[in-house]
């Protein structure tokens, strides 16, 4: 195979310009170099903690890594409804292909033996998440329990989101981008995974024909 045979993928480091050959099995890798993803995860660990405690005191830091408040009346559990209609929403950025939409409440994330400490953290009540980078294409899919929007841009994800959380059903089809429920594939293009969704949804039933005589 030749160079110009070999698929690249770009490197995930924070302002790297390198490429990284793509694997057509196992585990495709996300950065370059040890050094590239520890620097890069160093980076996100201490945009991390500023916006954390921005957000405590209310301030839009403007970062990549800050919290997006969001005005809602949130459906997002029957039981909470009263309580997420008085919450301030906001986005978090767990890293630069998934954000969660929280409330603010805090749960527990449990200890794994030898892989990391129990800690605390806000909750997710839903999720925008990018899955087209593999294929050089941007793919954001927002994702409520059981029911997903995609692929389009992140914000339109963001908003589709909100609205699954407030209790809508669905979210306006925009080209390629529809509401469905069920798993979403991290294994197959998702520009065409969502044109095989369409052309199912637009497939015409065949009519059969009258039977003579009725």
């Known amino acids: 195979m030749t160079d110009k045979q070999i698929a690249l993928v770009h490197c995930a480091g924070a302002d790297c310009p390198n490429t990284i050959e ?13 050094s590239c993803q520890e620097k890069t995860l160093r980076g996100r660990t201490i945009a991390s903690r500023g916006m954390r405690e921005n957000a405590r005191m209310g301030l839009d830091t403007g970062l990549a890594y800050s919290t997006q408040e969001v005005s809602t009346n949130s459906t997002a559990c029957k039981d909470e409804n009263d309580d997420l209609q008085k919450a301030s929403l906001s986005w978090i950025e767990v890293n630069e292909v998934t954000h969660k ?5 805090m749960e527990r994330v449990p200890a794994s033996y030898g892989q990391w400490g129990g800690f605390n953290t806000e909750r997710g009540l839903a999720w925008a998440i990018e899955i087209g980078w593999p294929y050089k ?9 059981d029911v997903c929007y995609g692929p389009t841009d992140s914000e339109t994800a963001k908003q589709a989101a909100v609205a699954f959380t407030k209790g809508a059903p669905s979210f306006p089809d925009q080209g390629l981008a529809t509401t469905f429920t069920g798993p979403i594939d991290f294994n197959a293009d998702p520009i065409l995974a969502a044109e095989m969704r369409m052309q199912r949804r637009v497939t015409p039933v065949e009519l059969q024909p009258l039977t003579k005589g009725l």
Do not use: I
């Open 101 to 105: 939409l929280t409330d603010g409440v």
């Open 22 to 34: 793509r694997r057509s099995r196992g585990r495709q890798r996300r950065f370059c170099s040890r």
């Open 137 to 145: 294409k941007t793919a954001w899919f927002a994702r409520y329990r």
